[in-house]
């Protein structure tokens, strides 16, 4: 069986497809036992609404550059289902992941369970990693915490980079119940790292319920941005942690990553290597030479060129909001044309309340599969939340984006967001243009 014959049954396990969810973890604990898999490295568990695969970028950097053989798995994929596990950055060949497929499937059919899309895959990543000798795993929360996939392995120290409202029909309607799902995957005893500047109390109390050595963004670590008089120590930030009664900072250049954001990512991801030093030590050269070269496609990433493209996933409240703020910082551009495409289930109208006043033309997209929204109710909600700026509908993300292109002058910008499938979509878009 080829990649795609493989990509293609996994999707046949559930009448849903890669959109299929099943939370819990008796199914994949079940798999698990099967293949005997067993930890041999120390493991960094990533959960958390918005700022997941950032932090697990940096994470992977940082590891590689010290020296480590370091797998990263994370979610979804862009282009090609190989993005989503990684060894020392690269996406591993389709040959790893057959073989790894076909060993979960000889387990899963001796245990008798069912698998989704995602728990199929999860386990197929540890095997790939199993195989590859890996010496640290950063692992990524697809979808809340306690009960995700993800879940089953042991982390040595766990991250909740932020607490948004998103998945509201799986994990909740409020950050509390939010937080707790995400907070899931603390253990007792074991450091446990959050990055939101306001964490749910339902977040706090379950970390203390069990135990763990939880660590807080503000409270035990973070970050200082330069004073804008700092002349050259503006293309500097600081980063800090404290020690007991003392606190310890250290000076950096600015992440991979745009946008102020980052550097909250940036900081959880650092508190979380000194908490596993022992285990995985990392030299401050690793550190800042990981930092600088991090990459992550669709994160606010701004394309050479003119018109100016930014391509960002981001698709709840929180992360058009950062979307918005980051596009305030980028300067003056003529114009600013939008290619959005969102899923149905998510929040749309809170999610691009935050752009009002930012688009002149609005290139609203139809998102395929079951769970895709049509252009024309995106059309709807910009026009009924008063957004601003001419309105235009798409049969798919692809052709907003030539369109966009075909339309911008040199001065304008061109953003394409609301969704892993829309900034797929542009990047296409972009590749056959070229």
């Known amino acids: 069986m080829t990649l795609n014959d493989w990509l293609s049954h996994l999707e046949s396990l559930h009448p849903r497809g890669q959109a299929g969810i099943e939370l819990g973890l008796e199914r994949v604990r079940a798999v698990k036992a099967r293949l005997g898999q067993a930890q041999r490295c120390p493991v960094i568990t990533v959960g958390g609404t ?38 020392n950055g690269a ?28 728990e199929f895959g999860t386990l197929a990543a540890w095997e790939v990693f199993a195989a590859a000798g890996i010496e640290a795993a950063v692992l990524e929360v697809g979808l809340g915490g306690r ?16 607490v948004a409202l998103d998945h509201t029909d799986w994990l909740g309607a409020d950050r509390e119940a939010i937080g707790f799902e995400k907070a899931g995957i603390f253990r ?55 020690s007991g009664e003392q606190v310890r900072r250290r000076s950096l250049a600015w992440p991979g990553l745009r946008g102020p954001v980052q550097l909250a990512n940036a900081s959880v991801a650092l508190a979380a290597l000194e908490a596993i030093a022992d285990k995985l ?14 990459e992550l496609a669709g994160r606010f990433q701004v394309l050479p060129g003119k018109p100016a493209i930014v391509l960002d996933v981001g698709h709840n409240p929180q992360a058009i909001r950062t979307l918005a703020d980051n596009l305030d910082g980028m300067g003056f551009f003529e114009r600013t044309q939008a290619v959005v495409g969102m899923l149905a289930d998510k ?11 930012r688009v002149d033309v609005w290139h609203a997209a139809t998102l395929g599969g079951p769970r895709g929204a049509a252009a024309e109710k995106l059309a709807a909600i910009i026009a009924a939340g008063k957004l601003g700026g001419e309105i235009v509908c798409h049969p798919s993300a692809t052709g907003a984006m030539q ?32």
């Open 50 to 87: 918005n700022g997941k695969g950032s932090t697990c970028a940096y994470l992977e950097s940082i590891l590689g550059k010290a020296g480590f053989r370091v797998g990263c798995y994370s979610s979804p994929h862009l282009l090609a289902y190989n993005e989503r596990v990684r060894i």
């Open 91 to 118: 996406p591993v060949g389709d040959a790893a992941l057959c073989a790894a497929f076909a060993k979960v499937e000889a387990a899963r059919l001796a245990s008798g369970a069912a698998l989704t899309y995602f």
């Open 147 to 162: 009960l995700d996939a993800v879940n089953i392995y042991e982390p040595d120290v766990a991250i909740v980079t932020t």
């Open 188 to 242: 007792a005893g074991k450091p446990a790292l959050c990055a939101d500047p306001a964490p749910p109390q339902s977040l706090l109390a379950h970390a203390a319920a069990i135990g763990a050595d939880l660590r807080l963004l503000g409270r035990d670590f973070g970050f200082t941005r330069p004073a804008p008089d700092a002349g050259e120590n503006r293309l500097q930030w600081r980063w800090w942690r404290r």
């Open 281 to 294: 030590p990392v030299t401050m050269q690793a550190i800042r030479q990981g930092l600088i070269e991090t």
């Open 347 to 357: 929040d749309i109208a809170g999610a691009l309340a935050a752009l009002r006043g």
């Open 403 to 434: 369109t966009a292109q075909r339309q911008a002058g040199e001065s304008d910008r061109i953003v394409a967001f609301g969704s892993f499938y829309t900034v797929a979509e542009a990047l296409v878009a972009l590749h056959r243009k070229t």
